[in-house]
Every structure is written in structure tokens, then in C-alpha cells.
């Protein structure tokens, strides 16, 4: 796990902080956020509504292969369900 090219803005509650905690702040919120990206959480939460087929796709493994195509097909929209 390497740190990616993301942007975080960082709001703390202290004035004075040193660069090591900020540093060590921004690496946990890296892990954080890298565990709950993965597509294994990803996928349950959504749908997706395939309006060229005019389908709504529920299952992982149709949402995972629509996520891994990495085309932008017109009328194929990613629903989040909560």
C-alpha cells in the first residue's frame, strides 16, 4: 500500500501540530479510506441502472465487471443504495 495521488483537506482542532503528527494523521486516513475503497465493499452498496438494455444490475460480480470496463458508455448510471 503506497500512498496514492488523492487530496485530503485536513481540518485539525490545534493550533500547533508538528509535521511528523500531520504526516502520521494523513497516513491513517490513507489506510482508512484505501480499506473501505475496495471493490469488495463497494460493489453491495450499489446498483446499477443500465438504461441502454434497460436493466437494473444488483449482483456484485455484474457490478464489479461494469466498475473493471472503465468505459463511459452514455445511460449507464451507478446507483448508491443507502
Given amino acids: 500500500m503506497s500512498n ?3 487530496e485530503l483537506l485536513v481540518l485539525l482542532n490545534q493550533k500547533i501540530k508538528t509535521q511528523k503528527d ?7 486516513l490513507h489506510r482508512i479510506l484505501y ?6 465493499y ?3 452498496s450499489y446498483e446499477v441502472l443500465d438504461l441502454v438494455k434497460f436493466k437494473i444490475h444488483k449482483k456484485n460480480f455484474i457490478i464489479k465487471q461494469y466498475l ?5 458508455q452514455p445511460f449507464i448510471f451507478f446507483f448508491n443504495m443507502n
Fill in 68 to 72: 473493471k470496463q472503465n468505459s463511459q
Fill in 35 to 40: 480499506e473501505t475503497e475496495r471493490l469488495s
Fill in 22 to 28: 500531520i504526516d502520521m494523521e494523513v497516513s491513517s
Fill in 42 to 44: 463497494f460493489a453491495p
Fill in 4 to 6: 496514492s495521488n488523492r
